[in-house]
């Protein structure tokens, strides 16, 4: 995503290099990765949520870009993103735009525990007490032709908090043609910045 001049954005794909703007919200107790919270129900970035030490919202965040395998992978380390981070929760979602309907992998690092929404539906989850590894699950899934909603919720212990992602096609490789947008499709309204 690209800022311009006039403070509006442009849609840039990744094979651009350029940096690409996520949605990141927290943080929430960690009650365990299956309690339903706000961001679960409804992705509203305008819409303020009950946090763990009051309201939070929806911000835009750059996460830093590793290179990983042939590509490159989008990383949080939402512990210094959250001053409260110690049995946390925190989401970071990201739209991906597909040509047509393909077939894909998604390549998932966490410290500590995650679970993956793509458009609504959980297509992987892992509870566990691990560091962040970057492409420690491999989790394929099917991307729907034009904008998909990838939602990522990532627990935290007392330790370090981080998320890893990217996609591939079946070969390991970047698929061609992917666009990436913090709201994607969702009706444009002010962010946290």
Request: net charge positive; hydrophobic share 40%.
């Amino acid at each position: 995503m690209r800022w311009t001049p006039n403070g509006k954005s442009s849609r840039t794909p990744i094979a651009a290099r350029d940096p690409v703007e996520w949605l990141v919200v927290g943080p929430f107790s960690n009650r365990g990765i299956d309690e339903v919270l706000p961001p679960e129900i409804l992705l509203d970035p305008a819409a303020p949520m009950p946090g763990k030490v009051g309201e939070v919202l929806w911000k835009k965040r750059l996460p830093e870009l590793r290179a990983a395998g042939s590509g490159r992978a989008a990383v949080f380390d939402f512990k210094s993103l959250f001053t409260r981070n110690t049995q946390m929760i925190a989401y970071a979602a990201i739209h991906v735009k597909a040509p047509l309907a393909m077939d894909a992998l998604l390549h998932v690092g966490s410290d500590q525990g995650v679970k993956v929404w793509a458009n609504g539906t959980v297509i992987h989850r892992r509870e566990s007490a691990r560091g962040l590894k970057m492409d420690e699950d491999k989790v394929p899934f099917r991307l729907l032709q034009g904008w998909n909603l990838l939602l990522f919720k990532v627990t935290q212990g007392n330790q370090e908090w981080g998320l890893s992602a990217r996609i591939t096609d079946d070969s390991l490789r970047p698929i061609d043609g992917l666009e990436y947008d913090p709201v994607g499709d969702l009706p444009q309204r002010p962010l946290g910045r």
